[in-house]
């Protein structure tokens, strides 16, 4: 399985962007998806994921900015991360799951003036 991310990029503080993540390959099951993220000198840390049944779990600090969703087709294992109000301290690299343990290259975002 691999996964293909895009949609980072730079942004002002208070602006948006939409990630999107996609598996591939010899992908034989629906699994759980989700986001991760990892700055500079930090921890990776839990942005958001998502079950098969649309039940999803957010990070305290992005919890009513970012909302993670996932394509109608679960068949496509296609996850998205639309991020609102976005904050210098949001800055890093975003990385994609498709759970258990395979992961995407990630995408940097940097939000900055």
């Known amino acids: 399985v691999q996964l293909q991310a895009s949609g980072g990029g730079l942004v002002q503080p208070g602006g948006s962007l939409r990630l999107s993540c996609v598996a591939s390959?010899?992908?034989?099951?629906?699994?759980?998806m989700g986001w991760y993220r990892q700055a500079p000198g930090k921890k990776r840390e839990l942005v958001a994921d998502?079950?098969?049944?649309?039940?999803?779990?957010?990070g305290d600090y992005v919890k009513g900015r970012f909302t993670i969703s996932r394509d109608r087709d679960n068949a496509k294992n296609t996850v998205y991360l639309q991020m609102t109000d976005l904050r210098p301290e949001d800055t890093a690299v975003y990385y994609c799951?498709?759970?258990?343990?395979?992961w995407g290259q990630g995408t940097l975002v940097t939000v900055s003036s």
């Open positions: 390959g010899n992908v034989f099951s629906i699994n759980a």
């Open positions: 799951i498709f759970y258990p343990n395979v």
């Open positions: 998502i079950t098969t049944g649309g039940n999803t779990n957010y």
